[in-house]
DNA sequence: CAGATTTGACCTTA
DNA sequence: TAAGGTCAAATCTG
């Protein structure tokens, strides 16, 4: 049977299956220009990040899990904390247990970290290793949303023209669901191609919701009461769970 | 010393 | 003017 971790991860991807099937709807019926789908793919990415977590903490992975089998990019060349010593506010450091290492078939470098006033955890920002040899302009956006269980969204902007690697999509095949991604990411790196706003979500449901007609904004609204009701926050000094 | 990260400063945009 | 995004000097490590 469901464990209550099993269950929470699975209302979770329900609702994130509900929002994908309303998107789907939206764009259907090109009612892109009337209605917001942004407010909506950032729901469907918080429902996976979700059930991610969940299912993480449940199974938690070997922690001696060498960094070197399928962590080819994103991993520090050292510590990240080379500054651990320093006498500056401990604030603007962080643990590097804590942060995802993606490997989504290309190398990132980072180039920035903001705090960003509407999140208390601060925003990575991440470009194509390759952005200058071969004139990649793909960079990533790295922001953590949730404490416990760690979770972080992942945005993708621009368009991979380095092709750098491409075995780790090969593997993960066509299909693959690129979103929020929980302490390991998948991503399939052709998929986010999108020249603006290059989160992609690609939503294999096909089991239609009875929420697909209703209005967007609505359902936000009933699925935050729900998303409260069935996961209360882990921590009580977030404010965004 | 090369190459990567950190982080304050600067730039852009709404 | 504030907030987010980027730059680049400083710093660190192999």
Redesign the pocket.
Known sequence: MFSNIDHKAVAALLHGQGCANILKTVLDKREISSVSTEPLINTILDSFSLALSFVNSHNPQPHHQSSSQNMAC?V????????IC?I?GLG???D?FQIPRPDDGFT????????????RHQ???Y?C?YAKDRNCNA?K?LQMIQDSPPVYRTTY?GQHTCKAFTVQADTYGPEMIQFDQVVSESVTPQLATIEQQAIVIENKATNHTTNQECDINDFLVDFDELWLNEFPPFSSGDPFF
């Open positions: 994103l520090p060349r050292r510590s990240s904390k080379k500054k320093g500056k603007n450091y962080r590097d990132w470098r980072k180039y920035g970290q903001k705090t960003i006033k509407t999140s925003r990575s920002y470009r290793a960079t956006r902007l």
